[in-house]
């Protein structure tokens, strides 16, 4: 395979969707942890919420009909009946000229069909007066209104979020299907790299990528079982790779994914495959800039993703690609806003045959509230810049690139 | 202090600000659990990024002045000098007339000021022919470009992301000074509550409030220590608050914080202070709907805040007061976006003397990208409305009400 032959991203997901079965282990986890997690299936409410008719306000349950003409000027008097506690059961039904004391979250007696605010009343001996005609239904929530049995309240693959919480818990869900963390191994190669606590000297550097891949793989719901460094040596990439594909579910390497002498991430992965003719790689260089230098391979139906060793590309093919992938693979339904509208604060030349990805920082205009983009500029390698950014840019191939004031969509870091 | 004085939110954050010093306490955590902590200090550079020159691309390192006039036609021969290594020194200084190969990350030699990409060159016999001729400094990372040493690449309080990870690593900095995770007492009271793996009986509903409260504040970057459920019970409240304002460094409790005459946490509180003049309460009661039943009191220096028992009104003021509130107690400093401009598709009143807070689904308008925020109807109480929403907008209280078509701000959920 030409490392030449680049293809684009939306081209790599389907490839990678159509190479990689649906990632479905499922666990059962508490409530409690959640956040994050993606649902497995979809869930439904058991039972009606609310399961009682439920009063919102505190104040006097009445029939309607009772309280006709009611105001200021000529209340009309209904016998006090006593009062429902808060969590017991409202007890007989509500006859005719009678009123019982609900306070907010109680039930309403069979028989009453509204509620009326405990200031609108006065207790005048055995009698409440009411000084206001509630509508029919008026301060109450019937039975299911909230959510109805057998209603299915949140989609498989919802990613559950801290307002998911109230619902679930409503519920009774206290113990949830969730997709099980895919399996990440990650190994970095190259000669030059030191582990972070250690100190450089000539021409090392520290390994920044395993970090980086390691906290947007965990942002995705993955777990990481596997990361290390490699050197760049074809036995030594063979045996971890064997390993990795045997202990987790994905595996993504950084660095030697280029075409010089000492890349040799292809070759390895194409080293597990027994014909020739069906190598293992099947995507090798990605249409977008940075991170031309990315490989996909399969073995045993599981991915092996070979990410550029340049910190700033392994970032934005991880965003770009890996992310994306992740999420499809996982069956992740996400309603939250993760891209916004934005205008350019600058002018940026599309590149020829390859989507050009921008990191920038976001700022709102002061008048309208417009997203204003400003550009953060690093070259090639650099981690200033990433660290600098909110949010990315894409400037499409077919695009004749970007001037100052046209309108972007950014991606939000 | 009386029910219907209430405060808006941003003095309540003030009055907050003042009565509570800042969580300063700090532990050390490796740089693999950062993400989601907070910088408990400035972070320096220690070192230069890069710390040698660096080359950008695979090719030869030259002196610039050597190549004037090289082109496709007219090459000029250089002699080569073999290569660097990635990770080692380059070695001597490079002389008037030669090249040495170096791999993209590699170290420039001393000497040379250009790099020439590979495929701009040929190897041919002891030389190297060069066929275009680089810009002084041309595909070469200055030491120090990235990243001077002693500078100041994150300030206190910045919130670790994946994309800050790259930075972080190349410094070195494997150890972090991050602020400590504050530990949180979460109390639901109300004696219609069961828990969440129980079934409720006739009035009863399940504990919804203490995961949605333990969901916000881990995501603000707290730890739970405490949470239960406790009855309307003067002295168990009692007991239960003390143990909490010994073991956490905030209190959170839900429900109990309106008028009404089973409405304690006021009352219970306040029983923690010697002088009746003095109590501990200072705010009851906030101009926000939902919400307006919140109560702020102090405890040996320590915030002990109630919040609504619905379980709208207890996330609303979560976002509203309590997310702000811990945030600036941490000192957390965010760039990142959490707020959208919209175009309301829905008419609202505002409501006198009371900020309106109003759950809405966020959509792109297909023209332009426009955020289109739809309603998310639910009555007081409900809990659909809160996992069907993706953002809240807030109309204030001076406002004349939304129009369909208004501009609005909407808070991301």
């Known amino acids: 395979?030409?490392?030449?032959?680049?293809?684009?991203?939306?081209?790599?997901?389907?490839?990678?969707?159509?190479?990689?079965?649906?990632?479905?282990?499922?666990?059962?986890?508490?409530?409690?942890?959640?956040?994050?997690?993606?649902?497995?299936?979809?869930?439904?409410?058991?039972?009606?919420?609310?399961?009682?008719?439920?009063?919102?306000?505190?104040?006097?349950?009445?029939?309607?009909?009772?309280?006709?003409?009611?105001?200021?000027?000529?209340?009309?008097?209904?016998?006090?009946?006593?009062?429902?506690?808060?969590?017991?059961?409202?007890?007989?039904?509500?006859?005719?000229?009678?009123?019982?004391?609900?306070?907010?979250?109680?039930?309403?007696?069979?028989?009453?069909?509204?509620?009326?605010?405990?200031?609108?009343?006065e207790r005048m001996g055995p009698d409440v007066a009411v000084f206001t005609t509630p509508r029919f239904g008026e301060h109450i929530v019937d039975?299911?209104?909230?959510?109805?049995?057998?209603?299915?309240?949140?989609?498989?693959?919802?990613?559950?979020?801290?307002?998911?919480?109230?619902?679930?818990?409503?519920?009774?869900?206290?113990?949830?299907?969730?997709?099980?963390?895919?399996?990440?191994?990650?190994?970095?190669?190259?000669?030059?790299?030191?582990?972070?606590?250690?100190?450089?000297?000539?021409?090392?550097?520290?390994?920044?990528n395993r970090p980086i891949i390691q906290s947007v793989l965990e942002a995705c719901g993955c777990e990481v079982v596997l990361s290390e460094h490699l050197s760049d040596h074809y036995e030594k990439l063979h045996e971890a790779i064997k390993t990795a594909v045997a202990k987790a579910d994905l595996v993504i390497l950084s660095g030697g994914s280029s075409a010089g002498h000492k890349d040799m991430t292809q070759a390895v992965i194409d080293g597990f495959s027994e014909e020739e003719q069906h190598p293992n790689v099947f995507i090798h260089g990605l249409a977008i800039k940075p991170g031309k230098p990315t490989i996909v391979g399969a073995i045993d139906q599981k991915a092996i993703i070979g990410l550029p060793g340049h910190p700033a590309a392994c970032f934005i093919t991880l965003k770009?690609?890996?992310?994306?992938?992740?999420?499809?693979?996982?069956?992740?339904?996400?309603?939250?806003?993760?891209?916004?509208?934005?205008?350019?604060?600058?002018?940026?030349?599309?590149?020829?045959?390859?989507?050009?990805?921008?990191?920038?920082?976001?700022?709102?205009?002061?008048?309208?509230?417009?997203?204003?983009a400003d550009i953060v500029y690093g070259k090639s390698g650099m981690v200033s810049a990433l660290a600098q950014a909110n949010a990315y840019v894409v400037v499409p191939m077919a695009h004749e690139g970007v001037l100052k004031g046209d309108a972007l969509t950014a991606y939000l870091l």
Chains 1, 2 share one sequence.
């Not at 949830?176 to 090392?204: N, W």
């Not at 050009?356 to 204003?372: A, H, M, N, W």
Request: aromatic residues 8%; glycine residues 8%; hydrophobic residues 40%.
């Open 1 to 121: 395979m030409a490392y030449l032959n680049v293809v684009k991203v939306a081209d790599a997901l389907s490839q990678m969707k159509e190479k990689f079965p649906t990632y479905h282990a499922v666990e059962h986890i508490a409530l409690a942890n959640a956040v994050g997690r993606i649902l497995a299936a979809p869930l439904y409410a058991y039972e009606n919420l609310p399961a009682f008719r439920r009063s919102m306000v505190d104040g006097y349950a009445v029939k309607a009909s009772d309280t006709q003409g009611a105001s200021e000027q000529s209340p009309i008097l209904l016998r006090y009946l006593g009062e429902v506690d808060m969590g017991d059961q409202a007890g007989e039904a509500l006859t005719t000229g009678t009123a019982l004391y609900v306070p907010t979250g109680g039930e309403i007696p069979e028989g009453a069909d509204a509620m009326i605010m405990i200031e609108h009343t």
């Open 143 to 208: 039975i299911g209104e909230d959510v109805k049995a057998d209603e299915s309240v949140l989609s498989k693959g919802t990613c559950i979020k801290a307002h998911h919480m109230g619902l679930l818990a409503s519920l009774g869900h206290h113990e949830l299907a969730v997709i099980k963390k895919p399996r990440v191994a990650i190994f970095s190669t190259g000669d030059e790299l030191v582990e972070v606590f250690e100190t450089p000297t000539g021409g090392q550097v520290r390994d920044c």
């Open 320 to 372: 770009a690609l890996v992310e994306p992938f992740v999420r499809g693979w996982m069956g992740t339904v996400d309603a939250h806003i993760k891209t916004v509208p934005c205008v350019a604060n600058f002018q940026l030349y599309a590149a020829s045959g390859r989507d050009v990805y921008q990191l920038v920082k976001l700022r709102t205009s002061d008048e309208t509230g417009t997203f204003i």
